[in-house]
């Protein structure tokens, strides 16, 4: 990895967890999200840079996400180690009702690497936070993905679509975006 990467650069994984694969979502994009999220975790652990996991804990009681639920686990590429922490929401950004902020200060950590679920909910969420708060934050577009939606007019959104105009309207603003496999091989 190239060394302009500061060391304590973290991997934020963002709500990688088993609740995503319920059919209630619908159709979604990026399959591959998981495998190349998998593979940056293991670039991270193995270079012994710092990584964070987000778990939605939802307060919806339909949600598949629900804490005593077991949608509310991560999956097992995602699968926190001892020694990375974890992070339990119940909005869209990680940086609401956490301590992720003050951690990452308190680490000296300015620069933060994100994947995750979904797209346009708790990625773009986070990612604008991030931006807003001074850290310098990196947005891998194939270590995320999102879900085909229906609008307030009931027009179909292909998650495709959805999940480009996030990553476009987050560019240059709130991050720079970049790819897996750009990361691993700068």
Same mark, same amino acid.
């Given at each position: 990895?190239?060394?302009?990467?500061?060391?304590?650069?973290?991997?934020?994984?963002?709500?990688?967890?088993?609740?995503?694969?319920?059919?209630?979502?619908?159709?979604?994009?990026?399959?591959?999200?998981?495998?190349?999220?998998?593979?940056?975790?293991?670039?991270?652990?193995?270079?012994?840079?710092?990584?964070?996991?987000?778990?939605?804990?939802?307060?919806?009681?339909?949600?598949?996400?629900?804490?005593?639920?077991?949608?509310?686990?991560?999956?097992?590429?995602?699968?926190?180690?001892?020694?990375?922490?974890?992070?339990?929401?119940?909005?869209?950004?990680?940086?609401?009702?956490?301590?992720?902020?003050?951690?990452?200060?308190?680490?000296? =950590?300015?620069? *933060?690497? !994100?994947?995750? %679920?979904?797209?346009?909910? &708790?990625?773009?969420? $986070? @990612?604008?936070?991030?931006?807003?708060?001074?850290?310098?934050?990196?947005?891998?577009?194939?270590?995320?993905?999102?879900?085909?939606?229906?609008?307030?007019?009931?027009?179909?959104?292909?998650?495709?679509? =959805?999940?480009? *105009?996030? !990553?476009?309207? %987050?560019?240059?603003?709130? &991050?720079?975006?970049? $790819? @897996?496999?750009?990361?691993?091989?700068?």
């Amino acid at each position: 990895m190239d060394n302009s990467i500061p060391s304590n650069t973290v991997l934020l994984i963002i709500d990688v967890q088993q609740g995503f694969d319920d059919p209630k979502w619908g159709r979604r994009n990026n399959l591959d999200a998981e495998a190349n999220i998998s593979r940056l975790i293991n670039l991270w652990r193995s270079e012994k840079r710092p990584v964070i996991h987000i778990q939605h804990c939802s307060v919806e009681p339909d949600s598949p996400l629900r804490p005593e639920l077991p949608g509310c686990q991560f999956k097992p590429e995602a699968t926190p180690i001892e020694g990375e922490p974890v992070f339990k929401k119940t909005v869209n950004s990680a940086f609401i009702g956490t301590e992720l902020e003050s951690y990452l200060r308190d680490n000296g =950590i300015e620069h *933060i690497v !994100i994947v995750g %679920l979904t797209t346009d909910h &708790c990625v773009s969420t $986070t @990612t604008r936070m991030a931006g807003n708060l001074g850290f310098k934050a990196l947005l891998v577009s194939d270590a995320t993905a999102t879900f085909d939606r229906k609008g307030p007019d009931q027009k179909e959104y292909m998650a495709e679509d =959805i999940h480009s *105009i996030h !990553i476009t309207s %987050l560019n240059g603003e709130f &991050c720079n975006v970049i $790819t @897996t496999d750009s990361l691993i091989s700068a």
